[in-house]
């Protein structure tokens, strides 16, 4: 459970991370890589009926029971993913699923230990079964621009040794696609319709290219978008209701970006791209509550954002230094818009904080929130 400014309300999902020990061929009905994910499936169900938490143990928190829930709810995940196990795409949803619930009981074990939440990168940029990426590099796919991906730690070492990375099929180029019918990344030109992801990523502008981005089975959740570029950045939703998800300005000062979105939908998010004067990387992940930044008394940011107040009911103080107006969202349970706390044009304003919870900020500029006063977080 978390509390937000209007009650109590349940939180179920799955965190991500971890990594894999092996690394198979695909094969449209390889026995043994099936083998090898009921196993795995069978290893993370034995580590978690041995972890030693207990939600109701002296000391234990909402956060830690809530990424127990998560690690619970991604086996449960893997088990239903795995009951197709033919096709390679089956098989991907299977180690999402259990990379998720890896890195919920490793931050669990965090909390538990009061150290820091561990840092989540996604998943290797040229095959998922490669398991977590360590590092960003520059990479330029054959026929296409360079772009900077999220990489393992194998393909590091091949592409710093100049040889090729691991992947399943080769990466198509940017040419290709086009021959294909379908957009490159950055053009305008309408793609062919890709299988919704719970990770999509792209170059520059997609125009009139619809993503499909997959909800993830736990809720509330977010999408963090994130670009090394400096491009200014805006997010068209389709099909959303409510002024809160419809469009989002991320960046509006040429700086790179890294900011959160509520989602909202049941099964596929369809987003648009505008990036102008860039044809920088970027990438758009659903991830669950906890990616979203936490204070109790300060935070600064950039352009629209999600923020999750610690603070206490009371005054606050909205500084604004960019163009246009910005607006002070609350969010409901589902982080739907509930309500505008404060709206004003570049300069200092006043208001009221309604409570603890999760708000949305748009704007198209730099930005700070406060508290007027000291606040402890219970």
Known sequence: MFAGPYGMIAIMGAGVGGGWRRLWSWRGRDESALAEIEADITAFGEALDVHPFSPGQPGATDEMRAELARALDAYEQAKRDSAGGRTRADTLDVLRALDDGRHALACLDALLAGRPLPERLPLC????????????????????????????????????????????????????????????PGSTATAAARPPQSQVSGTGSSGEQAHQLRMPPYRPAVMVFSSSGRADVRLRFEGRKGRSSRLYRLSGDGVPLTARIPLLGNRTIAFHVFADGGRDAWTATAAPLREVPRFHDEINGRGSDVVHYRGEPGPGVLHYAGPGRIELEALDDRLAYWATVAESRAGECTFQWPGRGYYQVRSAGAWSLSAMGRTEDS
């Open 125 to 184: 940029y040229f095959d998922a079964r490669h398991g977590r990426a360590v590092q960003q590099v520059s990479w330029t796919p054959p026929g296409g621009v360079a772009r900077n991906i999220a990489v393992c730690a194998a393909d590091t070492v091949r592409l710093a040794e100049g040889a090729g990375p691991v992947i399943a099929r080769p990466a198509p180029s940017d040419a290709a696609r086009v021959r294909r019918g379908g957009a490159t």
